[in-house]
T-cell receptor, first 118, second 113 residues
Framework: DAMVIQNPRYQVTQFGKPVTLSCSQTLNHNVMYWYQQKSSQAPKLLFHYYDKDFNNEADTPDNFQSRRPNTSFCFLDIRSPGLGDAAMYLC?????????????????FGPGTRLTVL | DAKTTQPTSMDCAEGRAANLPCNHSTISGNEYVYWYRQIHSQGPQYIIHGLKNNETNEMASLIITEDRKSSTLILPHATLRDTAVYYCIVRPSIYNQGGKLIFGQGTELSVKP
């Protein structure tokens, strides 16, 4: 089945130690998103890629970076994790939003990676 | 961005219809109403969306009032597996912020035996 895969499902890192979370997709979607979801809160968009074009949300801290080496993969890098960065990180994909297809902007989410910062 | 207001939590008996309300009084003409749900420890899952007409799919029905200021998501025969947080989202048009999803706090639906 076509899907969005996130590895690992659980990640533990130390305060200040860089960490990378990965996302891959078999849907061949143009757009990939990264969301942060803290405990008991709603998902919050950090940034997204439209093909290779990177779009950062205005309030995303510089500590968060992303790479998309090809259509299938996207990475979230946290350069110096703080205790406040402990959260579930969700990757999502969608088709090209400009195609005009009725469900063009349905987002498909992965299961998430739960990050713990010690 | 149009804001949504949802009850924090609701209960529903298994087998009965679950009706989840959402207010979006500041919605503009080209904004869609989307519903997603998030089962505990999983990623959000798309349910349904609509502009002004009522919509139905294999998961749910969406009823949008004529003035578009509110909507109701209906799960016709709720099961225990429908226990989740349900998010009502007013999505900006593609010409505004690329139509991104902005999640509110959602309604925590508990389906009870």
């Amino acid at each position: 089945d076509a899907m969005v895969i996130q590895n690992p499902r659980y990640q533990v890192t130390q305060f200040g130690k860089p960490v990378t979370l990965s996302c891959s997709q078999t849907l061949n979607h143009n757009v990939m998103y990264w969301y942060q979801q803290k405990s008991s809160q709603a998902p919050k968009l950090l940034f997204h890629y439209y093909d290779k074009d990177f779009n950062n949300e205005a309030d995303t801290p510089d500590n968060f970076q992303s790479r998309r080496p090809n259509t299938s993969f996207c990475f979230l890098d946290i350069r110096s994790p703080g205790l406040g960065d402990a959260a579930m990180y969700l990757c999502a994909t969608s088709r090209d939003p400009w195609t005009g297809v009725r469900s063009y902007n349905e987002q498909f989410f992965g299961p998430g990676t739960r990050l713990t910062v010690l | 961005d149009a804001k949504t207001t949802q009850p924090t939590s609701m209960d529903c008996a298994e087998g009965r219809a679950a009706n989840l309300p959402c207010n979006h009084s500041t919605i503009s003409g080209n904004e869609y109403v989307y519903w997603y749900r998030q089962i505990h420890s999983q990623g959000p899952q798309y349910i349904i969306h609509g502009l002004k007409n009522n919509e139905t799919n294999e998961m749910a029905s969406l009823i949008i009032t004529e003035d578009r200021k509110s909507s109701t998501l209906i799960l016709p025969h709720a099961t225990l597996r429908d226990t989740a947080v349900y998010y009502c989202i007013v999505r900006p048009s593609i010409y505004n912020q690329g139509g991104k999803l902005i999640f509110g706090q959602g309604t925590e639906l508990s389906v009870k035996p």
